[in-house]
């Protein structure tokens, strides 16, 4: 009994286990998870002990110290300000707004394109004008006048306006999917047996897009913190009430602080970098996770 018992699990591996198995197997991966917990851990933790208000004052008399000067471990900006809080304060808002618009896009994205590629006829022919429509838009230039002109702006109406905009391209990139499984044989089977079209597309069709879905979130995860924090760098992203990496890597924009204190920006730069890096390799790590668990099964 305990002979079937093993092999019943090494035929039908948990999740858990797939998960296991790939990371040990991928050690480039592993090593960017653990970089990202670290991260993550450090810029959530560390943020509960900064006051934002504080760190965000201006102190013209510490300005530029380089780091180590009076407790500053990261040295100060041209308002005095505290580098390492601002870097802090600021990653924990890039993160935040990158995860919030990419959760947003990607509910708004599957569930158009789950529908539009399900139903097809005149349901997509509609959805897809629409999709069309939004996607020829200026988009950039639309959020920069929406950032322009909302009074009281706040990194909400930032999540919200992002949001609104940056959801077509996974639709259309899903319906593709759709499309051609919802010709498939099970498809067809479920139909015949009576399940409900909800039922088919959440429970049968959702999962075995699920390696897509996991690759399109990590990517758009990361472009998001970009995207954010190019905005932020142009002048358009966050006001200047609330620190971005956008803000710290703006400084750059001045050539004595580009070439001579290089602490302001550097730092931002290379989290960026590291961060990045990160979230792709493990974003590809599970994706083939995805695939393993869908050939299984």
Known sequence: MSKENTQTKTLNPTGFSVISREFL?????????TLLVLILAFVFIGSLFIDQEKIMGVNIISKNLPPGYE???LGTDSYGRDVLGQLIIGARNSI??????TIITSVIGVSVGLISGYYGGRIDGILMRIVDFIMILPILLLIIVFVTVI???TIYHFILIMSAFYWTAKARLFRTRV???????????????GTSDIVIMLREILPNISSLVIVNLTLNFAGNI??????TYLGFGLPATSPSLGTLIAYARNQDILQNKAWIWLPATVFILVMML?????????????DAR????
């Open 25 to 33: 197997k991928d050690k480039v991966a592993l090593v960017s998870l």
């Open 96 to 101: 935040l707004i990158g995860f919030s618009i």
């Open 226 to 231: 970009g995207i954010e924090t190019s905005l």
């Open 179 to 193: 499309l051609s499984e919802a010709s498939l044989d099970y498809v067809s089977a479920s139909k015949t047996l």
């Open 71 to 73: 407790g500053h471990l």
């Open 151 to 153: 009074k009281s702006y």
């Open 294 to 297: 869908q050939r299984l099964g």
């Open 278 to 290: 990160s979230i792709n390799y493990v974003g590809q790590a599970f994706q083939r996770v995805a």
